[in-house]
């Protein structure tokens, strides 16, 4: 009799711990499920057809006089199903995307909800708040188990004071200490089956930005910088941060909070395809969209504004004539902006009076009667002094800013974030975000917010190596757009890699250059390199130069995450391809069928490929020119940091 006891107070405690009542969602497909069980937290697992991939994850979040999520009381419950057509004002990947879905939401008493959702390619749930008033956030729980040991692909940052531009790392998850360094989203999970799982975030609004940390037991869980309460100068470019509230939000108390998302793929392209970010955003906010033009820039810091030869008869630098060279090139070659960089204004704090050796007001007509815009570079703390700026720039006929050297993402400057953009679109401004974090849905909200960095890009020189970009389609550029910076006309491999401005330089080849413009997705996409380059390299400045910014459809061809990726993308009746390879020691080949172009027409591919030196000499590459069909299938070639481009018309 004692035993039978025991062995049913042994069942009860397991149904406790592990839901009195479960609460199942299925993907409109029904691969994908989470279960939802509710005890003395909401636990949830998540399962593709038979295989568990995550295993008694909890949710919570804490308020300054509640407790979300601990010992909840369900007091309701409402299933519906969406299948619509979603069209972005700015299609980095479709110009429709399917919005597909099953939702769960939740309601306990104590004045709040918890909303699932399940995707064909994932998952996601956010908390809601029904509260009288302002409620302050002391912490929320995101807390992920792994029901076995995966491999991670991460970016460790120093503290939250990040740029985003670290290198990443492959940790296996039992590995991972609860004493290491925290990781910044994305986040991708390799189950080391036939799993990749991609973590983010979306509709980030008036809060801060999510972090992971080991839990030092095979699981990670959030934290959050604090709110800033009290500033310090710290130069041009930043403050300090003297004191922080001991909560991570003040906010309203009637809101949704941010959706914690996973991208669940049995293959590694579906990654690379996906639009999760988007389709949980908080959708466009503006009424008139027509004047947010997307388009290439060229860029001359990278290159040290310094063209060169004997058509430039004055001193390069930050000088009109230099901008005017520049503005010639862009014109000639149909780039829609220049960038003016540091040195445009007198001072960095000051936006309204522009350095005399450039003359902003000469180039911004200039500009204008060659159809080339300018954009203007200015520091964070400039632009937060200076609000009004917006209303200046758009009067003097400035196109879009570059805002600089935020480095965080607490509650304060998530609001900035949204501040900024929403200033700049009412002054027909688009913006450029550098030194920020990664995308969270602001861009479809507002978008004219064309881009942000959060990248480790070229301007990283040699610490810009194929062997970390490979794994940007599959991470930073597959949760929003992506400022890279390519183009570079100077290609070595990483043996002999040296570089320095102005002489800048890239690791990798000459084709897998060209290639990122098909391959990484901006709003606004730079050519970083010198214009006297791009003049000596003519067809590759023409192939590059015609590459859109939006696209009607993506498809990648050939995916696997940190070795290589190729994508095919249409712009109306034009295909783009694009590829590009880590540094392995053989060259790679793949056979692409071309069936995804229309029967009954004749195509013709004009390619830019690695030449048969190209593992040595990186400048190598071979154009070629054939004829195709629907169906037909062509080779490609990829030397070692290798690349492929091409167009078929």
Same mark, same amino acid.
């Given at each position: ?108 008493? %104590? /004045? ?12 996601? @749930?956010?908390?809601? !708040? *029904?509260? #009288? ?98 500033? %310090? /100068? ?12 001991? @909560?991570?939000?003040? !906010? *309203?108390? #009637? ?395």
């Amino acid at each position: 009799m004692k035993k039978h006891l025991f062995l049913l107070l042994c069942l009860y405690t397991s149904l406790h711990t592990y839901g009195q009542k479960a609460y199942k969602l299925q993907s409109p497909d029904g691969n994908i499920q989470v279960s939802i069980s509710l005890s003395d937290k909401i636990y949830y697992d998540v399962t593709y057809q038979q295989d568990t991939l995550l295993k008694q994850c909890n949710l919570q979040m804490e308020l300054s006089n509640q407790e979300l999520g601990n010992a909840p009381k369900l007091a309701g419950v409402n299933k519906k199903s969406v299948d619509e057509s979603l069209k972005p004002v700015i299609p980095l990947k479709y110009s429709t995307v399917a919005n597909k879905y099953n939702q769960l939401l939740m309601k306990f008493k %104590g /004045d709040y909800s918890v909303e699932f959702r399940a995707f064909n390619d994932g998952i996601a @749930y956010r908390f809601i !708040t *029904n509260k #009288k008033g302002m409620i302050e956030v002391n912490n929320e729980t995101f807390q992920v188990n792994f029901p076995e040991n995966y491999l991670l692909h991460v970016q460790h940052p120093g503290g939250f004071k990040t740029a985003y531009e670290e290198e990443y790392k492959h940790i296996e998850s039992k590995d991972w200490k609860s004493s290491d360094k925290m990781a910044l989203l994305p986040i991708l999970i390799d189950t080391h089956k036939d799993y990749k799982i991609l973590i983010s975030e979306s509709d980030l609004a008036d809060y801060p930005a999510l972090f992971l940390k080991s839990n030092g037991n095979n699981g990670m869980f959030s934290v959050f910088p604090k709110v800033p309460l009290e500033f %310090g /100068d710290d130069g041009d470019r930043s403050l300090k941060i003297l004191k922080e509230a001991n @909560y991570i939000a003040k !906010t *309203n108390g #009637k809101r949704s909070f941010p959706w914690r998302y996973f991208v669940i793929s049995k293959e590694d392209g579906e990654i690379v395809e996906n639009t999760m970010t988007y389709k949980l955003a908080e959708k466009n906010k503006l009424e008139d969209t027509s004047w947010i033009k997307p388009g290439l820039a060229s860029w001359e810091w990278w290159n040290g504004a310094t063209p060169y030869g004997p058509d430039v008869d004055f001193v390069a630098g930050c000088n009109l004539n230099t901008y005017k060279y520049f503005i010639d090139f862009a014109s000639r070659y149909g780039i829609s902006y220049i960038i003016m960089d540091e040195g445009w204004a007198k001072s960095t704090r000051d936006p309204y009076t522009p350095n005399p050796e450039v003359d902003v007001h000469e180039l911004i007509r200039y500009g204008k009667e060659k159809n080339v815009g300018i954009v203007l570079w200015l520091t964070w703390l400039t632009v937060e002094k200076n609000f009004g700026l917006f209303e200046t720039f758009e009067k003097w006929g400035v196109k879009g800013v570059k805002i600089d050297f935020m480095d965080r993402s607490d509650q304060w400057m998530v609001d900035y974030y949204e501040r900024v953009a929403k200033e700049a679109a009412k002054h027909h401004l688009f913006v450029d975000f550098h030194g920020s974090f990664k995308p969270a849905g602001l861009e479809y909200k507002y978008p004219n917010v064309l881009s942000y960095e959060g990248v480790r890009g070229m301007e990283q020189m040699g610490g810009c190596r194929p062997d970390n970009s490979v794994y940007l389609p599959f991470m930073r550029n597959a949760v929003g757009p992506m400022d890279y910076t390519p183009g570079a006309m100077l290609s070595m491999q990483p043996e002999i890699y040296r570089s320095e401005r102005p002489n800048s330089a890239s690791i990798g080849t000459r084709a897998y250059q060209m290639a990122l413009f098909v391959i990484f997705e901006s709003g606004i996409q730079m050519m970083a390199d010198n214009p006297t380059l791009y003049y000596r390299n003519d067809e590759c400045t023409k192939f590059m130069t015609q590459v859109p910014q939006t696209w009607d459809e993506t498809i990648a061809l050939k995916a696997k995450v940190g070795e290589y990726v190729i994508v095919a993308k249409r712009k109306g009746d034009k295909w783009y391809i694009g590829g590009m390879t880590n540094n392995q020691k053989q060259q790679r080949e793949f056979e692409l069928n071309l069936d995804f172009l229309k029967d009954g027409k004749n195509y013709r591919m004009t390619s830019f490929e690695d030449g048969v030196n190209a593992n040595r000499q990186a400048m190598d590459y071979r154009k070629k020119e054939r004829d195709f069909k629907k169906g037909d299938k062509v080779t490609v070639r990829l030397a070692r940091n290798g690349g492929f481009a091409a167009v078929i018309e």
